[in-house]
């Protein structure tokens, strides 16, 4: 990941932002290493908060670059409050969107065609 220690450089000599670019809040989801499904857990949990964001209006995205610069850097895991035992797998960004959009783009939607299971007396 040759992006992030200039990234973190940027961040701790400068106040310049290059991870979240300044969005107003960030959930961090951490599982503890151990965890059996840790990843598949997390992301789930933010992909749920995503849309719950979403739903009130919140901007959101997810940052693939956050969680390996917050796990790389132990000021930032020790600002963030993420335990030592603790592994960082999504990090959401949200905030209230800069533009709104009154229509979406035109769709064709695809119709559905259901299959009925053959029975044994169809055999």
Not at 16 to 32: E, K, N, Q, R, S
Not at 69 to 84: G, Q
Request: aromatic share 8%; hydrophobic share 45%.
């Amino acid at each position: 990941m040759p992006l992030l220690d200039p990234w973190l450089k940027l961040y701790h000599e400068e106040g310049i932002d290059c991870v979240t670019w300044g969005a107003p809040a960030m959930l961090l989801f951490h599982v503890a290493k151990s965890a059996a499904a840790g990843e598949t857990d997390c992301v789930i949990a933010s992909t749920y908060a995503m849309l719950e964001a979403e739903a009130m209006g919140l901007g959101s995205i997810m940052l693939g670059m956050a969680n390996s610069t917050v796990e790389r850097d132990a000021d930032l895991r020790a600002e963030f409050a993420i335990p030592a035992d603790n592994q960082i797998f999504s990090v959401l960004a949200l905030g209230y969107p800069a533009h709104s959009f009154r229509r979406s783009i035109p769709r064709n939607f695809r119709s559905v065609h259901w299959v009925d299971e053959a029975t044994e007396e169809d055999a």
